[in-house]
């Protein structure tokens, strides 16, 4: 079956903008997460979706950044007005429900000029 | 708080030999475990998982882990390399809590020398 898919793949933006990144996940997952890697780092947790409602935004590294997932499948990242330290990859993941383990898509590489 | 630790960022092997990739866990819980592969410009894969039933886990690619709970250790180890094995590899504990949300070790690099 169809994986964990994100779109765009690359993101290219100047200082300032406003992004907005896409997660599909698989069909049937309740639960949704962001994480976010930085060069040569471990992946860290952003934000954690059961349903549409955010359970955990605790990751999340200041106001600047937003999710949704308002029916519950696709979830947006917003990131308002870029910084060069947003530059990072930004992944999702999704699980059956939360206690089994999460399948990862193949992230949005972000970049910030 | 739970964590991990990789207590090696590069480990380099030649092909045909054992690979032994370290990982220290700390939890107040009995943790599941996770080991994710990474190759380059390809998603995080799902090798191996732990989640309290037998200690010495098998997973994919011939893979195998073992959870030693009076070492806090969850070691990944393989028979033989294989030059498709060179990749990042990343431990990964789950929160005990509602959200069960990963945290990652800083992973290691394995290269594979033919």
């Known amino acids: 079956g169809a994986g964990v898919s994100q779109t765009p793949s690359n993101k290219v933006t100047e200082k300032g903008k406003y992004v907005e990144l896409r997660c599909d996940p698989i069909?049937?997952?309740?639960?949704l997460y962001w994480y976010r890697q930085s060069l040569g780092q471990g992946p860290e947790f952003l934000i954690y979706?059961?349903?549409?409602?955010?359970?955990?935004d605790s990751g999340l590294p200041n106001d600047r950044f937003f999710a949704v997932r308002p029916e519950g499948s696709v979830s947006t990242l917003k990131i308002q007005r870029t910084e060069r330290g947003d530059s990072a990859v930004y992944l999702c993941?999704?699980?059956?429900?939360?206690?089994?383990?999460?399948?990862f898509g193949p992230g949005t590489r972000l970049t910030v000029t | 708080a739970q964590s991990v630790t990789q207590l090696d960022s590069h480990v380099s092997v030649s092909e045909g030999t054992p690979v032994l990739l370290r990982c220290n866990y700390s939890?107040?819980?009995?943790?599941?475990l996770f080991w994710y592969v990474q190759h380059p410009n390809k998603g995080l894969q799902l090798l191996l998982k732990?989640?309290?039933?037998?200690?010495l886990v098998k997973g994919i690619n011939g893979f195998e882990a073992e959870f030693k709970k009076s070492e806090t250790s969850f070691h990944l180890t393989k028979p033989s390399a294989h030059m498709s094995d060179a990749a990042e590899y990343f431990c990964?504990?789950?929160?005990?809590?509602?959200?069960?949300?990963?945290?990652f070790g800083t992973g290691t690099r394995l290269k594979v020398l033919a």
């Open positions: 993941a999704s699980s059956l429900t939360p206690q089994f383990e999460q399948y």
């Open positions: 939890s107040s819980y009995s943790p599941s």
């Open positions: 732990y989640t309290s039933a037998a200690t």
């Open positions: 979706f059961q349903g549409t409602g955010a359970a955990d």
């Open positions: 990964v504990v789950s929160v005990d809590s509602g959200t069960y949300k990963y945290i």
């Open positions: 069909s049937g997952h309740t639960a």
